[in-house]
């Protein structure tokens, strides 16, 4: 871990995540039909947070014995003592952070109602023709390995807290700046702005939207069925459940791929080659379940990147010292 954080530096990207993470809630909250709404996807939190104390102890003790500490036991009391802003700090992020996915999941099922689908003829045309007259969730069939829909959404769900832990725990700079606004705009802003310009449900429930059996021979597996029924039934009921929402476009499972992928390139590169294998996995099941059209992921992570470079620059040019010219007589 590094030395407790320079607060006032963090303040560029932490406040506006913050407000942004509060927007997305109050927001929801205002239009959900149903207090009730709130409790699932809240119990999430404690999973959250778990894992991220689980994994940054791992990570800790790791780093100890690569350095042959002595005693670990000796040295985690020592970080806890005098390193305790730092991880209260680290402790804060995730919170927030976890925070701010639990509001797109009250959002998400919102927007089903909000702004009726239509795009899924569309994308899926521009798959088939993408990938040369063929279908990419045919081509990646071969991918469905039992118990696959139980893999997809683990693997992506540690690899996006293991990239949270090493970027907020980075020293302050634009590049984390930049890093961790980017996952708060992507949650709260993008990805809601995508889908209100794109509306699409996926592949999964091409046929239950009315637009025919194209996709008739696709077979997620057990777990994608019982869960798209799960899903398909409050839908239909136009009843609320947080995270039920069955929107596809962009894929947020391949945005934030993308964003895990910038995220082990910056400040984990040695790591890098496991981070892009784990988030090819994830895009590639997002198609071969069915969840997705290609198309969602492509958009979703040229999203994440787009979002990224643009802050990088901002973030750099409000660091860049600036020049002074002499006066002139």
Known sequence: MTAAP???????WLVPSVVLTVVAGASA???????????????ILPA?????????CIGGFARMAAR???????????FLTEDWRQALFLAAVMLVAGLNMIAFMWVKPLLNYLVPFWADPLLADLDHALFLGNDPWALLSWLNFPA?????????????I???????????????????????????????????????????????????????GLDGGPETVQVADYLWSIYASKSFGAGAGISAMPSMHVTMCAWIVIAFSVFARKWLPFAAAGSLL????????????AADGIIGGAAA???????LALFRAKAAPATVRPATA
């Open 29 to 43: 909250l205002l239009f959900m039909p149903s207090i009730a709404g709130i409790l699932p996807a809240l119990r």
């Open 68 to 78: 042959g500490v002595d005693s670990p036991i000796a040295e985690t009391r020592r």
């Open 162 to 216: 293991l990239a949270l832990l090493l970027t907020a725990s980075a020293p302050a700079s634009p590049q984390k700046s930049a890093m961790m606004l980017s996952y708060f705009l992507l949650w709260s802003v993008v990805g809601p702005a995508i889908h209100s310009l794109l509306p699409a449900t996926g592949p999964v429930f091409y046929e239950r939207m009315g637009y025919g059996d194209r996709f008739a």
């Open 282 to 293: 994830v895009t590639l099941l997002s198609i071969s379940l069915g969840w997705h059209y």
């Open 6 to 12: 320079e607060l006032a530096k963090e303040r560029e």
């Open 305 to 311: 990147v787009i979002c990224y470079v643009v802050l």
């Open 48 to 56: 959250w947070m778990a894992v991220a104390v689980l994994m940054a």
């Open 148 to 160: 696959a829909g139980l893999v997809y959404h683990p693997i992506w769900f540690g690899m996006m």
